[in-house]
């Protein structure tokens, strides 16, 4: 799995690819959020696009950095779930807690000013 | 057929290669190619839960997942060494009110809801046993 990071304005968009699968790499994903509070970057996006295979381990870290970012007066959103991910996400009923997105410029926007 | 099958120790390090393995048996026996990431899936929170619950991460103790195919399913057994149950182990409701927000405890749900069948129940000797059944189309 690799993690980019990538201002775009005021919106700091992380991108995951490959296998989260859970184990240890999956701390560097939690941290993540957490720098992005520390550096006071509220507004975050993940895009899951490349992600090629995700099970409730990848779930629970983007849980963990919807509950950082909140607290902090922020907001997480998805840009790109893959169908495959989407499912996971209306079984575990968490579509009802993230706003998702398919087209970034839309998924930027919707963060206002 | 005779059951086949595998051993890994209880460390996360094997996840990715019991996905892989999964996803290589999905395939012998024709699973559609938009539903091995599915069936893996199912198999690979089964697999983590029992290293969790019934062998609490000792890398010691082993999971032991066997398959067998058959020519209208794949009939997944994932046993480890210890005994639990799994909504005493989960103790919560993953998708339900404020544990909506818990980081963790899906494994099943996830299981239950990719999986035609997934049943919990004992080996002979008393362990922890699932059952996965993916039906061949």
Known sequence: ?113 | MRPIEMRFPSEASVLEPVQQIIEAVGRAADVDEEELSSLSVAVVELVKNAMEHGNRNDPEKMVTVSFSIFPNRIRFLIDDEGTWEPEKALGFNPGEGDELLSTRGRGILIARNLAKWVEFGLTPEGKTRVTLIWPLT
């Open chain 1, 1 to 113: 799995m690799k993690i980019k990071e990538e201002m775009k304005g005021d919106v700091l968009v992380i991108t995951l690819s490959g296998k989260v699968i859970g184990g240890p790499e999956l701390i560097d994903v939690k941290d993540v959020f957490q720098k992005a509070v520390d550096r006071d970057h509220r507004k975050v996006l993940l895009d899951l696009g490349k992600v090629s295979w995700m099970d409730s381990s990848g779930l629970g870290v983007i849980v963990s950095g919807h509950t950082t970012l909140s607290r902090a007066g922020g907001a997480l959103k998805i840009l790109n779930a893959t169908k495959k991910i989407h499912e996971l996400f209306i079984i575990t009923k968490l579509i009802t807690i993230f706003e998702t997105f398919t087209d970034e410029q839309e998924a930027l926007d919707s963060f206002g000013d």
